[in-house]
């Protein structure tokens, strides 16, 4: 009687491919049940290899489902588990497998849209190039561009995915693609059932639905021929995940483009260095509407100036809403100069200091270096630092005391819990039923604000002075982000609280964003990404000693590695989370080989491994 043995990678678990043993033959990609050593329960597995008899006793394979996964998602698993350092089982358990159904009959789809002479010329450009960034400031018709391309692959019998930060899932958004695809697009995202999610998935196996518009996890659904994947808002960086396998769904997007000749288009009004880097772009710098834009800076210590609060009660009242932006919904506390604004750099590396938990010392997060709070400020000479505090909730109250019989609404994470919330305070601000909307980064995410006339933008140097060489480039895309939200239609304004004035305004008005992003690339040649990929190990555990320990050790093995720098060590900035103190290490290299090599070295239970680290 004939004997077949298989390799199986275990479902959601660390373990390297296991040897199983069946009496029958079983094709590559299946999914089984197995049972681990005398173990009763099983585990989902999926057959990735077949092997010759080992010389070791086997497990029988408990039994063979109907589920399978395809050569595409076994290819693209391989490269997740080898690229983001995971398990092949860890890589495999993101996609939900194919199954055999019964397909219905595909109908054609007609948008109805006239492209404007230069969307139609960025459509030409996006077909031509195969893989293209579409570069196209707030409001000038993206979402048109994208429907354009989605039908023109649905009427040509593929499939597509529009991928979008879960926040920008609008109300509005689905409304939009319901209007042109109807009962052929579904919205996928973490807050909807898993009734809904088993739904969708029979619904694109059958061929019903061609279209899935979603947030990350979206990119792993069963597509048989997917040939088209937008990724909007290209620049977030929501995209990268902050669980294992920590890969970014951007990036992967890319390889997959290229691995299985799939059109792919990413679109941001700031994109991301990388992509402005690598992939081909077309800019569109005109808006869809008639618009005009006045931007002004202030100087001042007090958060809510005088200034402010007069142009925030003209404008409610003309009947016109109001934006009012903070970098975080926390109280944030950075380290700046009362005078100059510029916060304290390590003398070792480009990067601002940030606060030590004990505050007694401003430390550098990539290499380690310690120094006091100083008493003065070491740019001007004059200036004294200090501690900014600033959150979403106190801006709130002072607002609704100034201006008691107007509608307020904090929009951050701590409010908008779910998805139904989301929409109620959207819908209501699009209503005009809110008058100020008081918000984080939430507010940038492509919302369509079509009253709004005012945009506060209060403390942006904190972003600005983040310790991180993406600093300057998450501060500019934010503020430009923000900005575009003011005055969609016809006139808007945007205030900014600044001491970094001529930085914002020699982008913001004398250039704009395509020059920063070719002097950024200037500035971070033989130091940073793109030119450099840079990895993250983190080291935690419940005993603080044991994660300094396991650091130290890597860290003395490092510093031999002759291709990858070991460009910092120590005490994480957040040094301390669900109980376990944290320790790091952070390499960079223009070697991948190498770097994944390094990366893969790894023997220990307490790293955690960020590979294209963005923080």
């Known amino acids: 009687m004939s004997e077949y043995f298989y390799e199986v ?12 043993k069946s009496q029958t033959p079983i094709n590559i ?29 086997c497990t029988e394979i408990a039994e063979v489902t109907s589920k399978y996964y395809d050569t595409k998602m076994l290819l693209v698993a391989k490269f997740i588990s080898q690229y983001y350092v995971s398990s092949l089982g860890e890589a495999l358990s993101l996609y939900t497998p194919f199954e055999v159904v ?45 429907i354009k391309a989605i039908e023109k692959h649905l009427n040509s019998g593929g499939q597509a995915i529009l991928l979008m ?18 009962d052929a697009i579904a919205i996928w995202h973490s807050k909807i059932t898993k009734k809904r999610k088993e739904k969708i998935i029979q619904g694109l196996l059958c061929g019903e639905i061609k279209l899935i518009a979603g947030a990350r996890s979206a990119l792993f659904l069963p597509f048989e021929n997917l040939s088209l994947i937008i990724v909007d808002e290209e620049h977030d960086e929501s995209y990268k995940a902050d669980q294992k396998p920590r890969l970014n769904v951007k990036d992967l997007s890319i390889y997959m483009a290229k691995q299985h000749d799939i059109q792919l288009i990413l679109g941001s009004a700031t994109p991301s260095i990388s992509s402005f ?67 304290v750099e390590c003398p070792y590396c480009s990067v601002s200091m940030s606060l030590h938990k004990n505050a007694k010392a401003l430390k550098c997060h990539y290499c380690g270096y310690t120094q006091q709070i100083p008493q003065t400020c070491p740019s001007c000479k004059t200036g004294i630092i200090h501690n900014l505090r600033v959150g979403t909730a106190q801006i709130e109250e002072e607002l609704k005391a100034l201006f008691p019989s107007n509608t307020i609404v904090r929009f951050d994470r701590d409010t908008i819990t779910t998805d139904k919330k989301l929409k109620e305070v959207l819908n209501d601000f699009n209503n005009e039923k809110i008058d100020i909307l008081v918000g984080t980064q939430m507010l940038s995410k492509g919302h369509d604000y079509h009253n709004v006339t005012l945009a506060v933008v209060l403390g942006i140097d904190s972003v600005l002075n983040m310790n991180s060489y993406k600093a300057r480039e998450r501060a500019l895309s934010l503020l430009i982000q923000i900005a575009g939200r003011s005055g969609r239609k016809g006139f808007g304004e945007v205030i900014v609280q600044t001491k970094n004035k001529e930085f914002f305004e020699y982008y913001l008005q004398e ?29 935690a555990h419940t005993n603080g000693l044991k994660a300094k320990e396991e650091m130290n050790h890597y860290v003395h093995l490092f510093k031999e590695l002759k291709e990858v720098e070991m460009v910092g060590f120590g005490e994480c900035v957040v040094s301390k989370i669900a109980n376990k103190y944290r320790f790091e290490i952070i390499l960079r290299s223009s070697n991948i080989k190498a770097l994944i090599q390094t990366l893969h070295s790894v023997n220990s239970s307490l790293a955690i491994i960020d590979m294209d680290t963005i923080k």
């Open 165 to 182: 930060p879960e926040i920008s899932l609008t109300p509005q958004m689905q409304k939009r693609l319901e209007r042109v695809f109807g």
């Open 277 to 343: 880097h690598k992939v081909p772009y077309f800019r569109i710098k005109n808006s869809f509407f008639e618009t005009s834009k006045k931007i002004s800076f202030f100087d001042s210590q007090t958060v809510l100036s005088l200034n402010i609060k007069n142009k925030i009660e003209n404008t409610l009242k003309q009947k016109k809403q109001v934006i009012v932006f903070l970098p975080t919904r926390a109280n944030f506390k950075y380290q700046i100069c009362s005078v100059c604004g510029k916060s």
């Open 102 to 146: 019964e397909k219905v009959q595909a109908h054609l789809f007609d948008s109805q849209i006239e492209l404007s002479q230069e969307q139609e010329k960025a459509f030409e450009f996006l077909n031509q190039k195969k893989q293209g960034l579409l570069f196209a400031n707030t409001g000038s018709g993206k979402t048109e561009i994208y």
């Open 29 to 57: 990609g299946a999914l089984v049940h197995v049972t681990l050593a005398r173990r009763k329960t099983f585990n989902e597995a999926v057959v990735v290899n077949a092997v010759e008899k080992p010389t070791f006793k």
């Open 9 to 20: 990678a275990l479902l959601k678990s660390p373990l390297e491919p296991l040897t199983y």
């Open 511 to 539: 250039h704009d964003y395509e020059n920063f992003l070719k002097d950024e690339l200037i500035f971070r040649e033989d130091l940073y990404p793109p030119y450099f990929k840079m990895a993250k190990i983190i080291f």
